[in-house]
């Protein structure tokens, strides 16, 4: 089961979870982060660090952010890993 960024994580991009991510699973666009559900290892070690609470468990998604397991799988092929070297665009 495979973790999914939603989106609380948009115009945010914190770089916490891809620091502690031990399979290059984040990718990123300009604006947010998606996760890579064929290089997720479900470890969920990203969950936690998350300070917005945009990351969950694929069966544990919230109520109206179901799209985002799509867009995370969809997504992902044709983005860069992300580094954790991008900006962060928000602190809240």
Partial sequence: MPHVVTSACVDHKYQ???AVCP???FRETD???VI????CIDCAACVTEC???AIFA?????????AWIDRNEDESPDLEVATGES???ADD
Avoid at 36 to 39: F, G, L, M, N, S
Avoid at 58 to 66: I, L, R, T
């Fill in 16 to 18: 916490d979870c891809v």
């Fill in 23 to 25: 399979v290059d699973a």
């Fill in 31 to 33: 604006s947010y982060l």
């Fill in 36 to 39: 890579d559900p064929d290089e």
């Fill in 51 to 53: 300070p917005v609470e």
């Fill in 58 to 66: 694929d069966a544990d998604v919230p109520e109206g952010e179901e």
């Fill in 87 to 89: 900006p962060i665009l």
